[in-house]
């Protein structure tokens, strides 16, 4: 059998997203127009100019994914798309674009939950092995997802207030740091120390659960204190501080999943996986407790289209397809799907 | 000519296949809120109807504003998907225009959409033809504008002072059958660089250049 060719869109925030994808495994291409430009002036993201870039760039974006590819629509097998969650005029812009192309060559369409998009990424990169855990940090998602098998999740663990990223911008943005905060964050980190020792916040102690605006408070806090006492705060220091705290958690809550879930692997996901502390700090402690990690490319941690076709091959295969009246769900549920 | 018709920039949502003379098919739903789930289903069961196929259509034509901004955009972007994916024509007709068209009437006719503080997006025709041009107006200032006795159309109550007269219930939501004719020698737009006209900033970019230009 051929291998099902899947033409995939994915605008959920702030990226337009297009590519086409070989039996979940081979990118042909991965076109993504990111606005990230557009929204630095307003220091984050705003829905509204967001789903207008959307609607400017969706089908350029899908032509450019097909040409590069150098397959026609005709050739697809299924059009998939992010179905949630996210900012839902924003999908609605992908699901729209989605619906068309799969009415007008009576395609089968196929709705992809964002994060397992995310948890996808992976398998662009190597074979996933079941049972598996996989870490999400996003400016969205903080979660910890259990994965007996294929296309079955299961949220073991999630943030109770911010996501990671979040509270990474929020820092930045005590910080003055320009927009987005986090890879600057990371940067500063590089060259700072641990003097600050923030708490790590772990919550009971059987929970995979996080919580992040303690720590944003904390550091907050250290910056309003110095400024009080007209002493200067070393930035490096302060991000290397703030990264230890979030990153001692991440992994240690991630490790212990993974052993807890006999998991044969651990993978890394979302826009934080792009995140050089974090990512070094996952590889010394997966090394040492003998667990296999899978991480994505740089370039396929933040949001991209390859990894909503990457994921959707599983249900293509399963034959669980939408309808065209597909919604946005920006709450979507990733157990259920 | 086989011309595919959408309207999706009020509550209204319209649909309508025509041969560029008469309307052939037409379904709008007066109280749909929810055009994203329901918009793709009535263009295919249309089109069965019709017996046609999505490859035997030459033309899209869709309402593009102003209106509401979540159901321009799912209007825009199928209509501008399907143009482009299906290599056909892409053809835009004012939502105002559509609305002061959808009376039937003519002389003046006035189409207004609230936009909420006492504001509207309006728009004056005369015979079908634009007067002045179409604006984010306060109700007060654009019904000040109005010659006596023109006909309203829209979600704004301008009866007040019993100057105008207010469009029957039967003509008083834009109609895809009516647009399908509007648009249907029209002249054509790009399809990948086609967007909605909003008529109005997104509010936080309205306020970054306000703050531009204090500083
Ligand atoms: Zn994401």
């Known amino acids: ?337 | 000519m086989k011309i595919l018709a959408i309207d999706t920039s009020t509550k209204r949502l319209s649909v309508a296949l025509s041969d560029g003379e008469n309307i052939l098919a037409e379904s709008s739903q007066l109280t749909s809120l929810n055009h994203a789930t329901k918009l793709m289903p009535l263009i295919e069961r249309m089109m069965q109807e019709m017996k046609w196929k999505a490859g035997d259509l030459t033309r899209i034509v869709i309402a593009d504003g102003p209106g509401s901004y979540t159901g321009l955009r799912i209007g825009a972007t199928t209509a501008k998907t399907l143009a482009y994916t299906l290599d056909i024509e892409l053809a835009a007709v004012s939502t105002l225009e559509l609305m002061a068209a959808s009376t039937g009437q003519s002389g003046f006719v006035a189409a207004l959409q609230d936009a909420r503080r006492g504001t509207a997006f309006a728009a004056l025709y005369e015979d079908g033809k634009l007067i002045g041009q179409e604006r984010h107006v306060t109700v007060s200032e654009f019904a000040a504008s109005l010659p006596d006795g023109t006909l309203i159309t829209g979600d704004v109550d301008l009866s007040e002072g019993n100057r105008f007269k207010k469009a029957p219930a039967a003509f008083d939501y834009p109609r895809a059958g009516v647009l399908a004719l509007l648009g249907a020698e029209r002249e054509t737009v790009a399809p990948h660089a086609f967007e909605p006209r909003y008529l109005r900033l997104a509010e936080a970019e309205a306020k970054w250049l306000e703050a531009q230009n204090e500083s």
């Open chain 1, 1 to 337: 059998m051929t291998q099902p060719l899947i033409l995939a869109i994915e605008s959920s925030c702030d990226e337009t997203a297009a590519s086409v994808v070989r039996g979940g495994v081979d990118i042909l291409s991965n076109v993504v127009s990111s606005q990230i430009e557009s929204h630095k002036r307003f220091g984050g993201v705003v829905p509204e100019v967001a789903s207008r870039h959307h609607v400017e760039r969706v089908t350029y974006v899908i032509e450019e994914a097909l040409s590069t590819a150098d397959v026609t629509i005709e050739e697809v097998d299924a059009i998939a798309v992010t179905e949630g969650p996210g900012l839902v005029g924003a999908l609605l812009v992908g699901i729209s674009a989605a619906k068309a192309l799969a009415f007008a060559h009576g395609k089968p369409l196929i709705g992809v939950h964002h994060i397992a998009g995310h948890i996808y990424a992976n398998r662009l990169v190597g074979e996933l092995e079941f049972p598996l855990v996989c870490l999400i940090a996003s400016g969205g998602h903080t979660e910890l997802i259990y994965m007996p098998e294929d296309g079955v999740y299961e949220v073991i663990g999630e943030t109770r207030d911010d996501a990671a990223g979040e509270a990474y911008d929020k820092v930045a943005r005590t910080l003055k740091l320009p927009y987005p905060g986090g890879p600057q964050i990371d940067r500063l980190a590089q060259s700072g120390k641990d003097t600050f020792r923030f708490p790590r916040i772990w919550l009971e102690k059987d929970s995979y659960d996080f919580s992040f605006s303690g720590l944003k408070s904390s550091v907050i806090n250290a910056v309003h204190n110095a400024e009080q006492r007209g002493e200067k705060i070393v930035p490096e220091d302060l991000a290397a501080s703030f990264q230890a705290s979030v990153v001692e958690v991440l992994v240690g809550k991630a490790i212990r999943a993974a052993k807890d879930k006999g998991a044969k692997q651990l993978l890394l996901a979302g826009g934080v996986a792009a995140n050089k502390g974090l990512r070094g700090a996952l590889e010394a402690a997966c090394k040492q407790e003998g667990i296999p990690l899978l991480t994505p490319p740089l370039a396929l941690c933040g949001d991209n289209a390859a990894m909503i076709g990457a994921a959707a091959i599983h249900p293509y295969l399963a034959g669980r397809t939408s309808t065209l009246a597909m919604n946005a769900e920006p709450g979507l549920d990733l157990e259920s799907k």
